[in-house]
């Protein structure tokens, strides 16, 4: 196999692993925010809190997300960790529209993005590992 055609399904690899890692990322976000609405709905703490319950579901979204499309992987594993944040982003951005048609990402969609990014960024930078030294 030439240089070309190893680099090639390198890339490939990642990219269908940050596609796996957001739709992973989607479903911790929905699970949080469905234990989120079923806690304010029983009353535990009040409903003002569910945007905040709604970033943190982004940001462990984009985190494991992340730490899934990592597994395995090897390269830049900052760039992989915010790619697979931006899939997951997507994927919500795709959701929402396709169950509210009628959104406007500039109210809230600003601070889910940023939570995600945060996360992704933050499960390339645990997944890093150090170079090792070689001796001779």
């Known amino acids: 196999m ?18 796996l890692g957001g739709g992973l990322g989607l479903a911790v976000c929905l699970f ?10 029983k009353g535990w703490f009040p409903a003002t809190m569910l945007s905040r319950i709604c970033m943190a579901g982004c940001f462990l979204g984009g985190f494991f ?9 090897q390269g830049k594993t900052l760039l992989v960790g915010l790619g697979t944040a931006i899939v997951f982003f997507l994927f919500l951005l795709v ?3 396709i169950l509210y048609r009628d959104i406007s990402p500039l109210e809230t969609g600003w601070t889910l ?6 996360g992704g960024a933050l499960s390339g930078l645990v997944a890093a590992r ?3 030294r070689k001796y001779s």
């Open 2 to 19: 030439g240089k070309e055609k190893r680099e090639q399904a390198h890339l490939m690899d990642a990219f269908l692993r940050m596609i």
């Open 32 to 41: 949080l925010l469905g234990v989120g609405a079923l806690a304010a709905s």
């Open 65 to 73: 997300g992340g730490l899934l499309a990592l597994r395995g992987g």
């Open 95 to 97: 959701a929402g529209v």
């Open 113 to 118: 993005l940023v939570s995600a990014l945060i």
């Open 130 to 132: 150090p170079k090792r």
